[in-house]
């Protein structure tokens, strides 16, 4: 089920690193793609970073409206990830095309991607210079949203008995690494001599 | 067995949004950090950017020596990943501190982590607006370099027989993900009447 999440918790979202679905909207267009190319740059206020080549259809509806969102794919997802990474929106709607259903953003209007798993409806803040240069655009996260099945308190839950709702990571190709299971890390003691 | 990547090929190493440890050098300093923030921004010449704290050694050496490189810590190293973004190298040398082996990078002399699965070694593209604004720092991919049992022709190659190799991506307080299983996206045939 849909819970908001804290925007302290924003950057957890997508610290990871999976592959998102950029949704944007203008006037009468909407559109959504696949961006693999996405990562947080600030906890507060929460900013994020993701690369909108000047071929793309969602480019133009980014720089014309100021907002775009950010919808995580999951696992159960993988062919819909690939589909909309791979046929331009400039020829036709991607959602009527490929029957893909679609809530309102709360902060935004924005159309986010349903049965995913985590949703960042963002406030571009414009860049010229790297937006040009780089097809960086930098966006402030507004509101966010989470599947609480999988991220919860602020935390990924990736688990055996929730594996269709795991995040994509594009490797190429349309395959996407899946992030099934978890390590956890700890703290190395230093060498003697090295106190 | 360490392989050298072609530049062509460099995005992909990253694609899939792995955490990097970060080295850097400067004259007698050198340093290695953990950042779970970054990702390619161009894939011809290939340019990656990576989110630098402003509180970080690694920033200083890295502005200071005008290179960076990017090391893809596995599995196996998941302890050594938490505890260099754990631990400032301000005070002490991480690599002497916790007995971290490194060898020279071919194309920029850095310090490269022993054991990782993929290297690149970047040349700072100066960005002081984006680099204050955002800590967002870009360079250019000028070699690369991935163990052929995880990363050959191209492509990661994630299986069962080699999970030690998986990248981490780290989703909070030293727990990571790892990509233990991949799946193929198709491409969805459009709706009857969208043509």
Redesign the interface.
Known sequence: MRQPVNLAHAS?LV?????VLVSSAHGEHRNVMAA???????FTPP?I?V?LDKSTHTRELVLASGRFALNLPC?AQ??????VG??SGSE?DKF????IKSFDGPATGLPLVEDCVAWLECRLVS?P??QD????F?GEVVAAQADDRVFAN???S?RDDNTELHT?????A???????????????V??PD??
Chains 1, 2 share one sequence.
């Open positions: 957890r610290n990871h690193g999976p592959t693999a190319w996405s990562m947080p740059v600030e900013r970073a690369v696992r993988a062919d819909l990830c690939f589909t791979s046929v036709a009527a095309r490929y029957g860049e210079h790297a240069a780089y097809d960086t930098f602020g935390r990924w990736f994509l990571h594009h490797l190429g349309g395959v996407f690494a899946v992030p099934t299971q978890t390590v956890q890390g700890r703290v190395i230093p060498l090295q106190g």
